[in-house]
């Protein structure tokens, strides 16, 4: 396996892409406001062996918080870079970019209004004009970064494209990809190079798909970036690393990634000895996949592991190419002899072959949101599972469980009902796409949305 050739990219004592191997992040949970907690949690995430930590900034005051962290963390002998994740408020990052070392900006809602759903209708003109008034935002912020020497993640993610691209590519790869070409063409017209891309969604096919298109596309038009992975919402426990696994191992043993996050619904260290194993696993794993046994429909892999997430990690980092292509349609794993059908169940569930059980679409959570997300992720588990026992319908749900509406509705929309925080306590929620209750109580939206479930299956 060789891996992609990329240009190299600056965050702060970082070097992200051409030969510097592939480096590990993740994601605080705290209140950006509160110093003190964020820094705990970045130490914490450092020192299991992050290499970038990323905290949100969903506001002016967030943002210039991050001054603060970064001192508090210099001053405790830490120099890893930080990362400000910016949605909605364009104003924001060009406070953080003077205060980190990168600044991610999601295309879909940096100058577009956050999405809706609505189907709109532009003349070419018109579109332009859309096109032109991006720029005209984005400019000034390449120039703040430019002073700072700050990088730039142009970070798309399936869950939240613009109602502009949805109208004009519909809810596909093509889609995710032209939301990040168009900010890409903008940074080279005005040669901004110090860039990071991201295409993520918790759909692993989709995932996959967008980002071989979207190195297509850059290699087409002479752009080298280095690329993060990621599959959102990917859940916690078994699911989600399995999920990760499939969607991440995929391209990473194609040569594809320069520096990866695996967005589990737990503590955020727990995130780093993952990412870290599946790092590892690419080249075994990449030339176990060239040898594999596939007779008709059936792909076959055989594992001597003593470690049960080792061997979920390379049975799913293995397998997840060949079943997102669909040059295999059935999984058998045997570990010592012993077959692990309900391994290769997960498996397949994850690269969105076969259905066996209910799926939780959990993101992992952040600064925004404003609700204890483990214990909420659990009580649903236990009363979706509960329920699947008694009724067959329940088996192959799958429920969204998301922190707040960043990526909402949009991540849902592969799911058949979700669960959003929708602030300080409070919960929406949705039946695909639609929004039908607003704002309940926090202690009371488990038990309304399986009521709503049952009413509605």
Same mark, same amino acid.
């Given at each position: 396996?060789?891996?992609?050739?990329?240009?190299?990219?600056?965050?702060?004592?970082?070097?992200?892409?051409?030969?510097?191997?592939?480096?590990?992040?993740?994601?605080?949970?705290?209140?950006?406001?509160?110093?003190?907690?964020?820094?705990?949690?970045?130490?914490?995430?450092?020192?299991?062996?992050?290499?970038?930590?990323?905290?949100?900034?969903?506001?002016?005051?967030?943002?210039?918080?991050?001054?603060?962290?970064?001192? /508090?963390?210099? =001053?405790?002998?830490?120099?890893? @870079? +930080?990362?400000?994740? *910016?949605?909605?408020?364009?104003?924001?990052? $060009?406070?953080?970019?003077?205060?980190?070392?990168?600044?991610?900006?999601?295309?879909?809602?940096?100058?577009?209004?956050?999405?809706?759903?609505?189907?709109?209708?532009?003349?070419?003109?018109?579109?332009?004009?859309?096109?032109?008034?991006?720029?005209?935002?984005?400019?000034?912020?390449?120039?703040?970064?430019?002073?700072?020497?700050?990088?730039?993640?142009?970070?798309?993610?399936?869950?939240?494209?613009?109602?502009?691209?949805?109208?004009?590519?519909?809810?596909?790869?093509?889609?995710?990809?032209?939301?990040?070409?168009?900010?890409?063409?903008?940074?080279?017209?005005?040669?901004?190079?110090?860039?990071?891309?991201?295409?993520?969604?918790?759909?692993?096919?989709?995932?996959?798909?967008?980002?071989?298109?979207?190195?297509? /596309?850059?290699? =087409?038009?002479?752009?080298?970036? @280095? +690329?993060?992975?990621? *599959?959102?919402?990917?859940?916690?426990?078994? $699911?989600?690393?399995?999920?990760?696994?499939?969607?991440?191992?995929?391209?990473?043993?194609?040569?594809?990634?320069?520096?990866?996050?695996?967005?589990?619904?737990?503590?955020?260290?727990?995130?780093?000895?993952?990412?870290?194993?599946?790092?590892?696993?690419?080249?075994?794993?990449?030339?176990?996949?060239?040898?594999?046994?596939?007779?008709?429909?059936?792909?076959?892999?055989?594992?001597?592991?003593?470690?049960?997430?080792?061997?979920?990690?390379?049975?799913?980092?293995?397998?997840?190419?060949?079943?997102?292509?669909?040059?295999?349609?059935?999984?058998?794993?045997?570990?010592?002899?012993?077959?692990?059908?309900?391994?290769?169940?997960?498996?397949?569930?994850?690269?969105?072959?076969?259905?066996?059980?209910?799926?939780?679409?959990?993101?992992?959570?952040?600064?925004?949101?404003?609700?204890?997300?483990?214990?909420?992720?659990?009580?649903?588990?236990?009363?979706?599972?509960?329920?699947?026992?008694?009724?067959?319908?329940?088996?192959?749900?799958?429920?969204?469980?998301?922190?707040?509406?960043?990526?909402?509705?949009?991540?849902?929309?592969?799911?058949?009902?979700?669960?959003?925080?929708?602030?300080?306590?409070?919960?929406?929620?949705?039946?695909?796409?639609?929004?039908?209750?607003?704002?309940?109580?926090?202690?009371?939206?488990?038990?309304?949305?399986?009521?709503?479930?049952?009413?509605?299956?």
């Amino acid at each position: 396996m060789q891996r992609r050739q990329t240009s190299q990219t600056r965050v702060g004592n970082i070097a992200i892409g051409s030969d510097n191997g592939i480096r590990i992040q993740s994601m605080t949970t705290t209140n950006t406001n509160d110093t003190d907690a964020c820094t705990a949690q970045a130490i914490r995430i450092i020192e299991a062996g992050g290499e970038l930590v990323r905290l949100t900034t969903q506001g002016v005051r967030e943002a210039e918080n991050m001054k603060n962290i970064s001192a /508090a963390l210099r =001053a405790a002998g830490y120099d890893t @870079p +930080l990362v400000a994740d *910016v949605h909605f408020n364009a104003k924001v990052a $060009d406070v953080a970019a003077r205060h980190c070392e990168k600044v991610r900006i999601n295309p879909g809602n940096y100058v577009d209004p956050a999405r809706t759903f609505k189907q709109l209708e532009y003349t070419g003109e018109e579109y332009a004009a859309e096109l032109q008034r991006i720029e005209q935002r984005l400019v000034p912020l390449l120039d703040i970064c430019r002073e700072h020497n700050t990088a730039i993640r142009i970070g798309v993610n399936h869950g939240s494209l613009s109602d502009r691209i949805m109208s004009r590519y519909g809810d596909t790869p093509d889609g995710i990809v032209e939301s990040c070409m168009e900010f890409l063409r903008i940074c080279r017209r005005h040669s901004f190079n110090n860039i990071v891309i991201s295409i993520k969604a918790s759909n692993t096919v989709v995932m996959v798909h967008a980002v071989r298109k979207l190195v297509s /596309a850059m290699d =087409a038009e002479d752009m080298h970036y @280095p +690329l993060h992975l990621g *599959v959102t919402e990917a859940g916690e426990g078994e $699911d989600g690393r399995i999920k990760s696994a499939v969607g991440i191992g995929a391209l990473l043993t194609e040569g594809i990634g320069d520096t990866i996050r695996v967005s589990l619904s737990e503590e955020p260290e727990c995130e780093i000895p993952v990412a870290r194993k599946l790092v590892s696993f690419v080249a075994e794993c990449a030339g176990r996949r060239e040898a594999a046994v596939i007779t008709g429909d059936t792909l076959t892999l055989c594992f001597d592991e003593a470690d049960p997430e080792d061997l979920q990690l390379k049975a799913a980092m293995t397998a997840g190419a060949l079943l997102i292509d669909r040059r295999a349609t059935k999984l058998v794993v045997r570990n010592r002899g012993e077959e692990m059908t309900a391994l290769a169940d997960a498996i397949l569930q994850a690269a969105r072959v076969k259905f066996t059980k209910p799926e939780f679409i959990s993101c992992p959570g952040c600064g925004r949101t404003l609700y204890d997300l483990q214990q909420t992720i659990a009580r649903i588990k236990q009363a979706i599972l509960g329920e699947a026992q008694r009724d067959p319908r329940f088996r192959t749900l799958k429920i969204g469980i998301m922190g707040c509406i960043v990526n909402g509705p949009g991540e849902m929309a592969d799911a058949d009902y979700g669960y959003v925080g929708a602030g300080p306590g409070k919960v929406s929620l949705y039946k695909q796409k639609q929004c039908v209750e607003k704002n309940i109580p926090a202690d009371e939206a488990v038990g309304k949305l399986l009521q709503l479930i049952k009413d509605t299956i």
